[in-house]
């Protein structure tokens, strides 16, 4: 991802109404659940292809 991508995410998510560790932690937690969810899907499509 680019540098002028990043800035763009930052601009559209970050709201003077949150703080900045409230979106870092807002952003993690979204990345967490992101990787469970890849993770099962992956788990899903490997008992499939047996």
């Not at 970050?14 to 932690?25: G, I, M």
Request: with cysteine; hydrophobic share 40%; charged share 30%.
């Amino acid at each position: 991802m680019s540098n002028r991508s990043c800035a763009l995410i930052l601009i559209r998510c970050f709201c003077p109404a949150r703080t900045l560790t409230e979106f870092v932690e807002e952003s993690v937690r979204r990345a967490v659940e992101f990787r469970r969810v890849q993770t099962d899907f992956a788990a899903r499509v490997k008992q499939l292809g047996k």
